[in-house]
């Protein structure tokens, strides 16, 4: 799969980010370092639990577009990925 | 808005869908795929056919490709509408779907059980955190404990170590002699001995505990280490991810919405997989937590049977049966033991989209007045996680499911009564 080792670019809260193609979001939020996805409401940090579009936990906003899946969208080039 | 038609339309492409889709595509039968994620192959052939490893996944996505099938990614229900018809969510709009035969295949989600810390960033499914290591989330050189129960933890912890993480522990909540029981029945099994066989060699070295089950996670920020106990021993282990799979749930909302006879949690079907409704079929997960081998033959005679091949159907018959012989062994083997009922503290979440706490819930008898008073299972995720929870914790079930099944977007429900009126007005003009 030779494709896999193009790399693609996108941001995570301003911070430009490079992941494998075939990456999904979720995974370019951990490679920036940043813990918390979204904040509960009662303003807890949470990340990941499912990771298979069940649990939202994992939901952010890509490219201004609010309540995202990030465990299931495909890392796109200039996508803008803003933790919540 | 967008329309589309087919003769034959499965919901779910893991591998009940994906055989359920490959076996009715024949002699122009029109077969439409739908699915939510961006490839098909469901939670174990995550990535689609560029991901495949195994033969039997390699041998599926082929037949998928060498037949006309008409593949909707990224793509939820988000409703029954008049009968023979969804309304589906795709990424470029809402679509309104019509079919003759309805082929159900929504697969199955992971169980999870609140404990003291288990909303910290780093606790996830096991399936959870392998799904995200195959979407590229790094782990190798990460510390992992995996905790929970049945043959999925080692398959995790396989997939891991593989990938370069360190797995610190696998604590397994059933005893040894049930593991002993479970191995001495295996043997009748030869494919699974292999597996189980491949599965122990790369885990040689590896901590693994039965009778051991996951206390508490610890962290401020996220994740920093679990404590286990096993009988009287208490043990703390520093951890970057908790993998967590107290066995699986089925996803039973989009049958409910139809109205699908649903006893036990599961779907109802007869020999053929059809439900209770005329033309509507299930197979996998849904119709009773099985595995790989069972969702594959009852994806394949669902196929055959909508579309009128009952001989080819009767012959998966005998596969089928040898499969629930297994998930029933399994079911027995992996049976959640008591103890985990009692992991909450008081203030512990149990609805992680609400933050309803353990005391708060428990003051209800029932799933309905703990929604009604406390918004428990309200949120985006509509009591998917703790639905399944209060199930295992108090013993509840769940009522109606009301659509949209599942979070949809507002332009989404708009486009439905634009159609309506629209549709209303034609009628008045040909009239």
Redesign the interface.
């Known amino acids: 799969m030779p494709e896999r080792l193009y790399e693609i670019q996108l941001t995570v809260n301003g911070q430009a980010v490079r992941v494998p193609k075939g990456s999904i979001v979720a995974a370019a939020i951990a490679v920036a370092g940043v813990d918390t996805y979204r904040h509960s409401v009662s303003g807890e940090g949470r990340a990941p639990l499912c990771g298979m579009g069940i649990c939202f936990e994992c939901r952010v906003t890509i490219n201004d577009q609010a309540y995202c899946l990030s465990c299931q969208t495909l890392c796109e080039d200039g996508m803008r990925v803003v933790t919540t | 808005m967008k329309r589309l038609t087919f003769d034959v339309l499965v919901v779910g492409a893991g591998p009940a869908g994906l055989a359920a889709a490959v076996s009715a595509a024949h002699h122009g039968i029109s077969v439409g795929l739908i699915d939510?994620?961006?490839a098909p192959g469901g939670?174990i052939w995550r990535?689609g056919p560029?991901?495949a490893t195994s033969a039997q996944a390699k041998y599926w996505f082929e037949r998928a490709n060498a037949s006309p099938l008409t593949m909707l990614s990224?793509s939820r229900v988000i409703a029954p509408l008049e009968s023979g018809a969804l309304l589906v969510e795709t990424s470029s709009g809402a679509c309104k779907v019509r079919f003759e035969k309805l082929i159900l295949a929504p697969g199955a989600?992971?169980r999870?059980l609140p404990f003291p810390g288990w909303?910290l960033?780093?606790?996830?499914?096991a399936?959870?955190?392998?799904?995200?290591v195959k979407?590229?989330?790094?782990i190798a050189g990460k510390r992992v404990v995996i905790a929970g129960t049945g043959p999925l933890l080692l398959a995790v912890a396989a997939y891991l170590k593989s990938k370069g993480a360190q797995i610190r522990l696998i604590a397994e909540q059933t005893s040894w002699a049930q593991l002993g029981s479970f191995a001495a029945h295996l043997l009748r099994y030869p494919n699974y001995i292999r597996q189980a066989g491949n599965l122990g060699w790369s885990l040689l070295g590896v901590p693994f505990r039965a009778s051991c089950w996951i206390t508490r996670a610890h962290g401020t920020?996220?994740l920093e280490a679990v404590t286990v106990r096993q009988h009287n021993t208490i043990v703390t282990e520093e951890c970057d991810y908790v993998a967590c799979g107290f066995g699986l749930v089925p996803n039973i909302e989009l049958p409910a919405a139809l109205c699908c006879k649903i006893v036990d949690e599961i779907v109802r079907v007869d020999d053929w997989q059809q439900t209770d409704l005329e033309g509507v079929y299930c197979a996998g997960e849904a119709t009773g937590i099985g595995g790989l081998e069972l969702s594959l033959a009852e994806g394949q005679i669902a196929g055959l049977a909508a579309t009128g091949q009952m001989d080819a159907a009767h012959n998966i018959f005998p596969a089928r049966q040898r499969a629930r012989q297994f998930a029933a062994l399994l079911a027995d083997s992996f049976a959640l033991r008591p103890e985990l009922r009692t992991l909450a503290e008081a203030d512990t979440?149990v609805c992680?989209?609400?933050?309803v706490q353990y005391n708060v819930v428990k003051q209800h008898a029932n799933w309905r007045s703990a929604k009604l008073h406390t918004r428990c299972g309200m949120?985006?995720?509509q009591g998917?996680?703790c639905g399944a929870a209060t199930a295992f914790l108090f013993g509840w079930t769940q009522d109606s499911v009301r659509p949209p099944i599942t979070?949809a977007r507002i332009a989404s429900l708009i486009k439905v009564s634009e159609d309506s009126h629209h549709q209303s007005k034609e009628q008045q003009h040909e009239s």
């Open positions: 939510d994620n961006p939670q990535g560029d991901y990224r989600r992971e999870f909303t960033p780093g606790v996830m499914g399936g959870g955190l392998q799904a995200l979407g590229g989330l790094p920020d996220r979440v992680r989209c609400e933050d949120g985006p995720c998917r996680v979070a």
